[in-house]
């Protein structure tokens, strides 16, 4: 049983004022395999009073000082990134394939801000005037269950890489993850104030460092209606916030385009990270006359993928991260069938020999309609909704006829057709046939997916004050 009874403030392994206890669940079996101890506002109060403090000294350091400590916490998690993994399999149900490469992108992320760090200029001239960034202040970084490691390191990179000092509440659900990571920063040294870290729930935790007058900036990822309350919520202290929130990303396939490749990528980019995702391709657009061809594929594609124990190798998609997150995905899979879609592979329930944990069987629904739920809503779970169109004005048009707009895939044989509906489509990241993230681009959404961006320039930016000085060299 692992007992989680610490928590990180002013460069120290502390015990919380809070008492109230959260089991940790294996989402493969269900089973309790530890506790967490959650702070609560007092936690969060003492953990503001010392990056606030730290900030003082912080916020004077210099670039070549702040690339360092970049290094120094990337080595540390790059020397326990098998440790790391376990953790993620465990607690998350990550497949074992996926979880080292989640790792490697936590420690990569604070080198891209490394990078962005080194080629930023802190100070321009305009015309006759200096203007120069300046760190906002302290941060306080929110982040979801999903992807705990690189959430927290993208957003401490940038806060770092801008002299920021910070408190971090984590998901309660990623308490292992998080104390191995938190164990990572103690281990690079970093001065004492610099990055405070408080389990606990956003109704405690993280509605004091949103509320509290000391915390500059607060860089959330998560769902779209608690991105609002955050946003509601410090009105009245002015604060900066970056929100990334949630997606219904559409994936536009064009009748010219290699069907055989781009219908299983389009299933693979659904179901990424055990559908758990807010910019998985859940929308799949296709043309109405070779619907019959998409579902073949489609299928012929899921009929590929293994569902099973995370801690195997060859597994593509391990459970859900909890109960509740199972009991949600299948209430929209029963909504789906409910509301007249076709089911063409999956459904309700767990896959045979796997009835032990939170697994859903991977689902696509055809001839889904616009006005389904299943088509409006956030599911975040294996369940691939197809949609068709009868020409590419419509598709666009269906493709943006959503409150959501972070990401959006495209695929065709015509490149200049490809970037001319990037351009149409309201997403913060268009990825056409079949391309990567560029982690060290912007990322974030459009409309109800967020405000701001993160990553690269673009996130260490978002930490940054703009003061602009005139009559600097002009004598009395």
């Known amino acids: ?249 559409p994936n536009i396939v064009l009748d010219d385009a290699d069907f055989t490749k781009a219908i299983p990528a389009a299933v693979r980019s659904c179901y990424t990270n055990n559908g758990q995702a807010c910019v998985a391709g859940t929308r799949l657009f296709v043309p109405e006359h070779r619907l019959e061809e998409v579902k073949k594929l489609a299928r012929a594609a899921v009929e590929s993928m293994k569902v099973g124990l995370p801690s195997e190798a060859d597994t593509i998609l391990g459970p859900l991260v909890t109960e509740k997150q199972y009991n949600q995905v299948q209430h929209y899979i029963s909504t789906g069938i409910q509301e007249g879609a076709e089911l063409v592979i999956g459904g309700v329930g767990q896959p045979q020999g796997l009835e032990q944990g939170n697994f859903v069987k991977p689902t696509v629904f055809a001839n889904v309609t616009e006005e389904m739920t299943i088509a409006k809503e956030e599911i975040f779970g294996p369940v691939l909704s197809i949609l068709t169109y009868r020409t590419e004005e419509e598709a666009v048009e269906m493709a943006n006829n959503t409150d959501y707009g972070l990401g959006a895939y495209i695929s065709t044989a015509n490149l200049e057709k490809a970037n001319e509906l990037a351009s149409r489509i309201q997403a913060g990241v268009v990825l056409i046939n079949g391309a990567g993230f560029e982690m060290k681009a912007p990322f974030g959404g459009f409309k109800h997916s967020g405000i701001g961006r993160e990553y690269g320039i673009y996130g260490l930016e978002d930490c940054l004050e703009t003061k602009t000085i005139t009559g600097f060299d002009l004598l009395m």
């Open 1 to 249: 049983m692992r007992n989680i009874d610490s928590i990180y403030i002013n460069g120290k392994f502390i015990a919380p004022s809070g008492t109230d206890l959260l089991d940790l669940v294996n989402p493969t079996t269900r089973e309790v395999f530890g506790r967490v101890t959650l702070g609560n506002e007092e936690d969060a109060k003492l953990a503001i009073t010392a990056a606030k403090a730290a900030f003082t000294s912080f916020s004077r350091t210099s670039v070549q000082e702040r690339s360092a400590m970049l290094q120094r916490l990337n080595d540390a998690i790059l020397d326990r990134i098998d440790e790391l993994a376990e953790a993620n399999i465990l607690e998350y149900g990550a497949p074992r394939m996926a979880a080292t490469g989640r790792v490697k992108l936590a420690a990569a992320n604070l080198m891209d801000s490394k990078e962005a760090l080194e080629q930023f200029e802190f100070v321009h001239m305009i015309g006759k005037a200096k203007v120069i960034a300046e760190p906002v202040g302290v941060i306080g970084i929110i982040t979801p269950w999903n992807a705990s490691y690189s959430q927290i390191t993208a957003k401490l990179g940038a806060a770092i890489a801008a002299g920021c000092t910070v408190v971090i509440k984590p998901s309660e659900l990623s308490a292992l993850q998080t104390q191995l990571l938190t164990e990572c920063f103690h281990a690079a040294d970093i001065p004492a104030g610099v990055i405070n870290v408080v389990n606990g729930l956003g109704a405690t935790v993280g509605a004091e460092l949103t509320r509290n007058r000391h915390v500059a900036m607060i860089n959330f990822t998560g769902s779209t209606r608690v991105g609002k309350e955050i946003r509601r919520a410090t009105v009245d202290s002015m604060k900066r916030v970056t929100l990334e929130l949630g997606g219904k990303s």
